[in-house]
């Protein structure tokens, strides 16, 4: 009798403490939850799962990514004025579509200083026509284009992407993960199509 009674009284011990087993990783989950959103808050650029998991101690990456979606649904729900979005490969806070024109109004003086319109022009087309050369670059926009071109890699907006085999191998050229982050978009997939627009017009600017 006394082995079976220690055995009932080890076996009741075993069901009260899985209950607090099972808080204490319901908290801590809570706490990984809300370091995860401190970083997405405090980040003006998307931050990759596998990275959100290194710096809140969450099991991995693929728990991290879970918690960024679960922080997606809270702010759906509550109808926040930001949620967060996955944008290059990562996870980032952003005030939603609806407010942009309100945002704007604060950035506006700041992006028109960041990129010019000939700078816009020669962008786009990168984006839409890469890999491509300058001379091809060129050739759409009709005036000379290697200022602009080294404007937008020191802006980290463009990179080299390897040569061309066309004779001199010139250089070619493509958007970066940067380029991504500026404009919002996951991939270069999500671009509006290239037949919602016309040919760009010449440049009134050289360079």
């Given at each position: 009798?006394s082995?079976?009674?220690?055995a009932?009284?080890?076996a009741?011990?075993?069901?009260?403490?899985?209950?607090d087993?099972?808080?204490e990783?319901?908290?801590?989950r809570?706490?990984?939850?809300r370091i995860?959103e401190?970083?997405l808050?405090s980040s003006?650029?998307?931050?990759s799962?596998?990275?959100l998991?290194?710096?809140s101690?969450?099991?991995?990456?693929?728990?991290a990514?879970q918690?960024a979606?679960?922080?997606q649904?809270?702010y759906?729900?509550?109808?926040?004025?930001?949620?967060?979005?996955?944008?290059?490969?990562?996870?980032?806070?952003?005030?939603?579509?609806?407010?942009?024109?309100?945002?704007s109004?604060l950035h506006?003086?700041q992006?028109q200083e960041s990129?010019?319109?000939p700078?816009l022009e020669?962008l786009?087309?990168?984006?839409?026509?890469?890999?491509?050369?300058?001379?091809?670059?060129?050739d759409i926009r009709?005036?000379?284009?290697?200022?602009?071109?080294?404007?937008?890699v020191?802006?980290r907006?463009?990179?080299?992407a390897g040569?061309?085999?066309e004779?001199?191998?010139?250089?070619?050229?493509?958007?970066?993960?940067?380029?991504?982050?500026t404009f919002?978009?996951?991939?270069?997939?999500?671009?509006?199509?290239?037949?919602?627009f016309?040919?760009?017009?010449?440049?009134e600017?050289?360079?």
């Amino acid at each position: 009798m006394s082995d079976e009674g220690g055995a009932t009284n080890e076996a009741a011990a075993n069901e009260l403490r899985q209950p607090d087993a099972r808080v204490e990783d319901e908290g801590e989950r809570a706490r990984v939850k809300r370091i995860i959103e401190a970083l997405l808050f405090s980040s003006d650029r998307p931050i990759s799962s596998g990275r959100l998991a290194e710096l809140s101690g969450a099991a991995d990456g693929r728990q991290a990514r879970q918690i960024a979606r679960e922080l997606q649904q809270e702010y759906d729900r509550e109808e926040r004025a930001f949620g967060v979005e996955e944008i290059a490969g990562g996870f980032q806070l952003l005030s939603r579509a609806e407010f942009a024109p309100y945002v704007s109004r604060l950035h506006n003086r700041q992006r028109q200083e960041s990129l010019s319109k000939p700078a816009l022009e020669t962008l786009a087309i990168v984006a839409y026509r890469q890999p491509i050369t300058r001379a091809e670059v060129e050739d759409i926009r009709g005036v000379q284009s290697a200022h602009m071109l080294r404007a937008l890699v020191e802006k980290r907006l463009v990179k080299t992407a390897g040569r061309s085999k066309e004779l001199g191998r010139p250089l070619l050229y493509g958007t970066t993960r940067r380029f991504l982050e500026t404009f919002g978009l996951r991939s270069l997939a999500e671009l509006p199509k290239r037949e919602e627009f016309g040919q760009p017009p010449p440049s009134e600017e050289g360079g």
